[in-house]
C-alpha cells in the first residue's frame, strides 16, 4: 500500500509508504487529507525531490464495471473498479416522453423543432456519459499520481456488411472511443491493445481471470487493467503486488424536471430534481451527529435537508442545518 503525496500547490509527487507518510504528519511536515476516499498527504515543506518516475494507468472497459489500475515499474499504487455509467439514454428517452406528452395535454411547452443537430458531428447523451465517466476517474487519478501513460484495451463494434458509413464512424461506440482517444492525447502518452493480445499478457504471467463480471474482487477486471499498465511500464517482478480494490460508482443524479411523471392529489404536478437542496449543492459530504457521513441530496419544498448514506440508501428527509457539518464535495459514491 502507498500513499498520495501532493507538493504545496497540489501538484502530485511519487506516493510514499504508509510509515513515512505518519512520520511526516506527526513531525508537521504533511498534512493528511482524504480524496474522494483516498487517504493523501500534503507536504508543506519543499520536497527534497521532484523528479518523478513512469507511471501507467491501465484500463479496461466493460458494459457493467471497468477496471483502472495506477503503476510504476516497481509498485502497483491503486486498483479501482467502478461501475459503468449506462442509465442515461432511458432518461433521455422518458424526457423525450415527458414532452411529448405535455404537447397533447395543452401545456405550456415548446414548439417542434427540427433536429439542429443533424449532419453535425455529436456524441449521443448516453455515449458521451459513458465515455466521460472514464475521462472522470483518469482525471480524478492524476490529481494524485503523476501520470504519464495511459493504455486502454481497445474495443469495436460490430460491423455491418456493406456498411461502411457506419462501420466508419456512426456506431455511436466507434465515435464515442474517439472522442475518449482524442482527449486521453491531448495530455498523456496512449496505448491501445486488442482483447487478445491482453489475455496474452495475462497467460503469460499465469493470471487467471474470474467469470463473476459482477463480483469486487480482483480478478473479475482489475486483472486485465493491471496487465494493460504491465505491458506500458513494466515491473521488477512479474507478480501481482497489490490486490486491493477501491470500488466506484456514479452517484445517480436527477436533472431538473419541470414536474414529476405522475400528478398529485388535485392534478399538481410538483418540480423534481436539480443540483440544488436547500443552498446546499447536492452530493456534498456531510457529517451528521447520528448517521455520521452522508450525503446531501434530493430536492425539498420545505425547510430541511435530505441526507443519503453513501451506499444510496435515504436515511431523512427532514436534516437540520445546525446538525450536520458540510466537508467536501463528492464526484461518486465509493465503498
Not at 491501465?58 to 489500475?69: A, C, L, R, V, Y
Not at 456519459?129 to 486502454?152: A, G
Not at 463473476?212 to 477486471?221: E, I, L, P, T, V
Not at 456534498?284 to 419544498?301: I, N, Q
Request: proline share 4%; net charge positive; aromatic share 8%.
Amino acid at each position: 500500500m502507498f500513499v498520495p503525496v501532493v507538493d504545496k500547490n497540489r501538484n502530485p509527487l511519487m506516493p510514499t509508504t504508509p510509515a513515512r507518510a505518519r512520520k511526516w504528519v506527526k513531525s508537521g511536515k504533511a498534512t493528511p487529507f482524504f480524496r474522494n476516499g483516498v487517504f493523501c498527504v500534503r507536504l508543506n515543506v519543499e520536497p527534497s525531490a521532484t523528479q518523478t518516475q513512469d507511471i501507467a494507468v491501465g484500463i479496461d472497459p466493460g458494459s457493467k464495471k471497468e477496471g483502472f489500475t495506477v503503476k510504476s515499474e516497481k509498485s502497483t499504487y491503486l486498483n479501482v473498479q467502478a461501475d459503468a455509467h449506462n442509465k442515461v439514454s432511458k432518461k433521455v428517452e422518458t424526457r423525450r416522453e415527458l414532452r411529448r406528452g405535455r404537447r397533447s395535454r395543452k401545456c405550456p411547452n415548446r414548439k417542434h423543432r427540427t433536429n439542429r443537430m443533424a449532419n453535425k458531428q455529436r456524441l449521443p447523451a448516453g455515449t458521451r456519459t459513458r465515455w466521460d465517466w472514464k475521462l472522470r476517474i483518469l482525471n480524478y487519478l492524476s490529481t494524485m499520481f503523476p501520470i504519464t501513460h495511459v493504455c486502454v484495451e481497445d474495443i469495436k463494434a460490430q460491423t455491418q456488411k456493406g456498411a461502411r458509413h457506419w462501420n466508419e464512424s456512426f456506431s455511436p461506440l466507434e465515435v464515442g472511443k474517439q472522442w475518449f482517444y482524442a482527449e486521453i492525447q491531448k495530455r498523456w502518452i496512449l496505448v491501445t491493445l486488442k482483447g487478445f493480445e491482453t489475455k496474452a499478457i495475462r497467460d503469460s504471467l499465469g493470471l487467471k481471470k474470474s467469470g463473476n463480471k459482477m463480483s469486487n474482487d480482483f480478478n473479475a477486471h482489475c486483472v486485465d487493467s493491471w496487465c494493460l499498465a504491465y505491458h506500458v511500464i513494466g515491473s521488477d517482478t512479474d507478480q501481482v503486488d497489490n490486490t486491493c480494490v477501491f470500488c466506484v460508482s456514479p452517484i445517480p443524479i436527477a436533472r431538473r424536471q419541470l414536474h414529476r411523471q405522475n400528478p398529485q392529489k388535485g392534478g399538481r404536478r410538483p418540480r423534481y430534481g436539480g443540483t440544488m437542496c436547500n443552498g446546499i449543492a447536492k452530493n456534498t459530504l456531510v457529517k451528521h451527529v447520528t448517521y455520521g457521513l452522508t450525503r446531501v441530496s434530493g430536492y425539498m419544498e420545505q425547510k430541511g435537508y435530505s441526507l443519503y448514506a453513501l451506499g444510496g440508501k435515504r436515511l431523512t428527509q427532514s436534516a437540520r442545518r445546525e446538525s450536520f457539518k458540510v466537508l467536501t464535495r463528492l464526484n461518486f459514491n465509493y465503498i
